[in-house]
Structure formats: C-alpha cells, structure tokens
C-alpha cells in the first residue's frame, strides 16, 4: 500500500457550514460518508409519533396504538448517521422510511418560494459528495436535555424540522427560528426504539 502525502489548507468556511481547502486551486466541498443506520420512531413534545402517508403526500404528528406502532408502516424511521470533517455543526444525518414494500427519504424542497418537507421514494446514498437536500445536522434541544434533539437544515442555517398545526394536525415543516439557542419546543424532537416506552 502506498501512502502520499498531499498539503492542503482550509481556505474558508462557506455558506452552509462547508470547509473548503485549497489543493491545485480548487475548492472542495466538505462530503459524507455513511457510518451507521439507527431505527428510531420520531416524538414531538406532545409525546405523538411522526406518521408520513406518501399517498397524501403528508408527514404528520400523530397519536398511535402500541398494535400500529408494531406494524411500524410510516413511522419506523431510519436514521442514516454520516461522517463528516466539520463535526462542530452537529451530527449530519438523513432519514428514511418503509410504507408497506417501498422506501421514502425525507428531503426538503422550494415550493412557491417556501421551503417544504418531502418525502421521495428511493435510498438514501451511503456517500454523499457535497451539498444535499437530505441532510439535516443533529444538534441537542438544550444544554440541559440531552435526550431531545432539533435538527436544522444543512442547507439553510437557522431552519429546523418542527411541527404546525394546521386542521387538527399537527403537519411536519420547517421552521425559522431568528436565533439558534432560541427553545422552540415545536422544534424539539425525542428518538425512541420500539421497545422503549415514552415518558415525558
């Protein structure tokens, strides 16, 4: 095996959290790369589990029976932990879901000049070469809840997922919050396990 050695030095933080190095004057964008795979059902603060229907093209917070959560459909989410060089932003993740035989990704796109949460059908990449609409950095909710976590958009600082209720629904978006240490419990999501029981 050979081993070589190349010189590079970091150049500029950029927009969206990428360090960029200068190697023959080119500037790279920080990758990911897939390091591990968790099962988690998503909980908002309301104790509700996230229930996506890509049917409806909808992704809601919902209050479900121990039998449907068994079953899992919708709402066993898989959480795609990745590996990064710019770790101070947080825990780069992307999650996917199975709805009867078929694989959903959570990613977000513009609509009519908003940013909306989608979910597509497909796999989530196990390497990710640069920028990505699927990535979302895993940040703690407060210094003094570590067991509750909001996640922000990669590619627009200051957006989190969080929940809207809108016609007795409590709709997954994203949020704008107009200082990152801001607690928004609309924002505050808990990662449980199937065999773990939920207690506020």
Do not use: W
Not at 58 to 85: I, P, R
Not at 162 to 190: C, G, H
Request: proline share 3%.
């Amino acid at each position: 095996m050979r081993c070589e050695l190349m010189v590079v030095c970091a150049v500029q933080l950029g927009e969206n959290l990428c360090l960029y190095f200068a190697d023959d004057d080119e500037l790279e964008c920080d990758a990911f790369s897939k390091e591990k795979t968790l099962h988690r059902f998503l909980r908002n603060v309301n104790s509700q589990v996230l229930v996506v229907q890509p049917d409806l093209n909808m992704a809601a917070f919902e209050d479900v029976t121990d039998q449907e959560m068994k079953s899992g459909s919708g709402m066993n989410f898989c959480m795609h932990c990745y590996k990064t060089t710019t770790p101070s932003a947080g825990m780069p993740v992307a999650f996917s879901v199975r709805v009867e035989d078929k694989s959903y990704y959570m990613c977000c796109e513009e609509e009519h000049g908003k940013m909306i949460v989608r979910f597509r059908e497909g796999e989530v990449p196990k390497d990710i070469p640069g920028e990505s609409n699927i990535i979302f950095f895993k940040k703690t909710f407060t210094s003094y809840s570590s067991k509750a976590f909001k996640f922000e958009y990669s590619l627009e600082r200051g957006m989190f997922l969080a929940f809207e209720e809108e016609d007795s629904l409590r709709k997954l978006i994203l949020k704008k919050l107009p200082r990152e240490d801001e607690v928004d419990e609309t924002t505050k999501i808990t990662l449980t396990s199937h065999n773990e029981r939920y207690n506020l």
